[in-house]
């Protein structure tokens, strides 16, 4: 099946600096989404992402389909964006695989 | 528009018994797929559903099982329950099965 790789596993930041989130696939994608997970587990969408560049406030991501990765930029971070940040893939509609997250911790 | 809605959020079972957990779909939507939580295993796919026929399944023993009605409510059932099936469980909604939904899922202890 399709490997999906997130880097790096944890990040450290002070509030008010930027950050650049990594996911690599293994092979074509029909969809990509990134999502934040909030203290109670629940996964909240960030980005729905197949290819091609999305801003949300300080949020941005961009997927490469033809180089088989995707980077969410957060800029200005803030306490309230810690978390654990998934990148997930589908070459199915309706199953996705999930990595195994960077966990970001933003200090204030 | 209502979110996707799961019950019951917690539940405590013991080894050997089943349980069912319920998922509501965001109006519209017609897929609704399941997934695991563990510390050790990430986030995992157990299956998905498309006006109710199981369209997708992952890599889960026969003990984890699923349907969905006419109304796209989904259920997932674990029968014959062990420790190891301890996690978050979560449910997404989607229209076609491409950008999905999450609700916040059932967080099942197994003692």
């Known amino acids: 099946g399709i490997q999906v790789e997130q880097s790096p596993p944890d990040l450290i930041l002070q509030e008010g600096a930027n950050s650049t989130l990594r996911c690599n696939f293994s092979?074509?994608?029909?969809?990509l989404q990134w999502f934040h997970q909030n203290p109670w587990g629940q996964l909240i969408n960030l980005f729905y992402i197949p290819s091609g560049t999305k801003q949300n406030g300080r949020l941005s991501a961009t997927t490469v389909a033809t180089e088989r990765y995707s980077l969410l930029y957060i800029s200005s971070s803030q306490t309230t964006d810690s978390g654990v940040y998934f990148c997930a893939v589908a070459t199915h509609a309706g199953k996705s695989t999930f990595g195994d997250g960077t966990t970001l911790t933003v200090k204030p | 528009k209502a979110g996707v809605t799961q019950t019951p959020r917690y539940l405590i079972k013991t080894r050997g018994q089943q349980v069912t957990l319920s998922c509501s779909p965001i109006?519209?939507?017609?897929?609704v797929s399941w997934y695991q939580q563990t510390p050790g295993q990430g986030l995992q796919f157990l299956f998905e559903?498309?006006?109710?026929?199981?369209?997708n399944k992952g890599n889960f023993p026969g003990r984890f099982s699923g349907r969905q009605f006419s109304n796209s409510r989904s259920e997932m059932n674990v029968s014959t329950l062990e420790l190891g099936d301890s996690a978050l469980y979560l449910c997404?909604?989607?229209?076609?099965?491409?950008?999905?939904?999450f609700g916040p899922g059932t967080r099942l202890t197994v003692t």
């Open positions: 559903y498309f006006s109710e026929t199981q369209r």
């Open positions: 997404a909604s989607s229209r076609d099965g491409y950008e999905q939904y």
């Open positions: 109006s519209g939507h017609r897929s």
């Open positions: 092979d074509s994608v029909n969809n």
